[in-house]
């Protein structure tokens, strides 16, 4: 299983730092180990409105740590940083506990959830939602300071409406909510946001 480091930050310029990720960021955080990085600015999500997320993918957690100091010693990502105005509010670290699809589309929602983080869920709803969205997986929290929420559900697609479509076909369906009151599984919060690279 691999772990994902997701870092909520504001950042003063967005545009400033979307252009740096698409354009060598993205591929020295690569170089550095990375095995996936994306970055989204969150529209709609109650306090978190206007802050953006970067999610980091590697390999171990041992792995999550030697990134964060590499990223946190380089100076060209200091000086990009301080450039664009990064300043991180969050930084929790998941389990990449399941996954269908692809990762791939403008548009990105993270729903939070209680309960025994189980990728068991998506053999239900990846049949409902697959027509709407383009992947969807499961994370679960290994570390993220006192939070009431145990994992984060993260569906791409290339509309908005349409990760809200797949979302109301799947959260309505009774074997989908049979399987949560089973295991516990709530969902008590989402944000929603478009892909910066």
């Given at each position: 299983?691999?772990?994902?480091?997701?870092?909520?930050?504001?950042?003063?310029?967005?545009?400033?730092?979307?252009?740096?990720?698409?354009?060598?960021?993205?591929?020295?955080?690569?170089?550095?180990?990375?095995?996936?990085?994306?970055?989204?600015?969150?529209?709609?999500?109650?306090?978190?409105?206007?802050?953006?997320?970067?999610?980091?993918?590697?390999?171990?957690?041992?792995?999550?740590i030697?990134?964060?100091?590499?990223?946190?010693?380089?100076?060209?990502?200091?000086?990009?940083?301080?450039?664009?105005?990064?300043?991180?509010?969050?930084?929790?670290?998941?389990?990449?506990?399941?996954?269908?699809?692809?990762?791939?589309?403008?548009?990105?929602?993270?729903?939070?959830?209680?309960?025994?983080?189980?990728?068991?869920?998506?053999?239900?709803?990846?049949?409902?939602?697959?027509?709407?969205?383009?992947?969807?997986?499961?994370?679960?929290?290994?570390?993220?300071?006192?939070?009431?929420?145990?994992?984060?559900?993260?569906?791409?697609?290339?509309?908005a409406?349409?990760?809200?479509?797949?979302?109301?076909?799947?959260?309505?369906?009774?074997?989908?909510?049979?399987?949560?009151?089973?295991?516990?599984?709530?969902?008590?919060?989402?944000?929603?946001?478009k892909?910066?690279?």
């Amino acid at each position: 299983m691999s772990v994902m480091t997701i870092v909520v930050a504001n950042i003063s310029d967005v545009a400033g730092f979307a252009e740096a990720g698409n354009s060598w960021g993205r591929q020295k955080l690569m170089d550095m180990g990375c095995l996936d990085v994306t970055a989204s600015r969150i529209v709609h999500g109650g306090e978190l409105a206007g802050m953006a997320t970067i999610a980091f993918e590697w390999e171990s957690a041992d792995a999550s740590i030697a990134g964060s100091d590499a990223i946190n010693t380089d100076s060209q990502m200091l000086q990009m940083m301080g450039d664009t105005g990064v300043s991180v509010v969050r930084r929790t670290l998941f389990g990449v506990t399941g996954e269908r699809g692809e990762r791939s589309g403008d548009y990105v929602s993270g729903v939070y959830v209680t309960g025994p983080p189980t990728a068991d869920g998506l053999d239900i709803g990846w049949p409902l939602v697959k027509d709407h969205v383009n992947g969807t997986m499961v994370l679960s929290v290994i570390a993220g300071g006192p939070a009431p929420w145990t994992g984060t559900v993260v569906t791409t697609a290339d509309s908005a409406d349409a990760i809200l479509e797949g979302g109301v076909k799947s959260w309505s369906d009774p074997q989908m909510q049979e399987f949560m009151a089973n295991n516990g599984s709530q969902a008590i919060g989402r944000i929603l946001g478009k892909r910066l690279f």
